[in-house]
């Protein structure tokens, strides 16, 4: 009640002072402006299970375990941008990936979306540029990729940790409101724009329509599939103001994953990486 009242009475001054707004409206209720990855970005692609697939590799080092770092639905590598300045800054060998259909990464007309294939693709893809093994953070649909990519053997095999932000086990896992919610429509129109510019041939719709039937539906993954995680690589990593996916569920993935960690990120939401970087690079280091 307070806090809606709050709400409407920056609304109200925004016509008069925009900082102000800003400034009073707290953070896990915004979308800040799309981070850029360090440059240079390459504009690379490789053919990879059918797609021309888009990474970029920061202070590659031999031998070293890279963070992977895996994006949500719809959007792209920039999205995690500060989180990735920040590790670059450190020193940390990281590597930004698009997956298939987002950022620079293409789709196929008669593709089926599903997160088992995006797993399979960034497997395919890592081993194509002689990646071993890695470390991976995963937010949303990147988290439902990488536990695809956990309870498959094959798949698991080079993940050496993995870092699962905002993720869900099954579709119904989804927070119903969500799509009512002003920030996701804020980050949909975005994305279309964000779209656009990266792939001019491009049909946003086409592609949101492939990404919204496989959120709708997927994942499916049991309990008894999660059981076979090894849990000592994982960690169940939660927002204090999730938006997007039920406030339960983080403790739920913690449960069935035995021997995860879990760790509830305070005062951000969904859009955390974009919210507060130096609190989730901090996270992510501190993990790895
Ligand atoms: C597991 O991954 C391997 C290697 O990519 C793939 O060939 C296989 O079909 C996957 N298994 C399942 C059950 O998805
Ligand atoms: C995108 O695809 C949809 C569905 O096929 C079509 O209706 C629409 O006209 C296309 N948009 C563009 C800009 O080509
Ligand atoms: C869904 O998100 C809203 C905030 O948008 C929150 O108030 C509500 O508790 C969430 N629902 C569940 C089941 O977590």
Redesign the pocket.
């Known amino acids: 009640m307070i806090f809606s009242s709050l709400v409407a009475w920056t609304a109200l001054l925004s016509g008069v002072n925009g900082l102000a707004i800003r400034q009073s409206t707290p953070v896990w209720l915004t979308l800040p402006a799309t981070p850029e990855l360090p440059s240079p970005i390459n504009t690379k692609t490789t053919l990879i299970n059918g797609v021309q697939l888009w990474m970029q590799k920061y202070n590659e080092k031999a031998n070293a375990t890279p963070i992977v770092m895996d994006h949500g639905g719809l959007g792209y590598s920039a999205y995690f941008g500060s989180v990735i300045s920040r590790l670059v800054a450190k020193g940390h060998y990281v590597i930004a990936v698009d997956r298939r259909g987002h950022g620079r990464s293409t789709f196929n007309a008669n593709d089926v979306f599903t997160y ?1 294939q995006m ?2 693709d960034i ?2 893809q890592l081993a194509a540029a002689g990646v071993t093994k890695y470390n991976v953070v995963g937010w949303s649909d990147g988290a439902m990729t990488t536990l ?1 990519a956990l309870i ?4 698991a095999k080079p993940i050496k940790k993995a870092f699962i932000f905002g993720g869900a086990a099954t579709a119904a896992q989804s927070n119903a409101t969500f799509g009512d919610t002003a920030i996701f429509a804020e980050f949909v129109s975005r994305c279309r724009t964000e779209y656009a510019q990266l792939q001019p041939t491009g049909n946003f719709s086409v592609f949101a329509n492939k990404v919204g039937t496989m959120e709708a539906t997927l994942p499916q993954i049991t309990d008894a599939q999660l059981g076979t995680i090894d849990g000592s690589k994982v960690i169940i990593v939660g927002a204090e103001h999730e938006e997007a996916i039920n406030l339960d569920v983080p403790a739920k993935l913690h449960a069935a994953i035995k021997g995860s960690k879990i760790q509830i990120l305070p005062g951000v939401s969904h859009f955390a990486p974009l919210q507060n970087p130096d609190q989730f690079a901090a996270a992510v280091e501190s993990f790895f």
Do not use: C, P
Request: charge should be neutral; glycine fraction near 0%.
């Open positions: 088992d797993a399979l497997h395919a695809a498959n053997r094959t798949t």
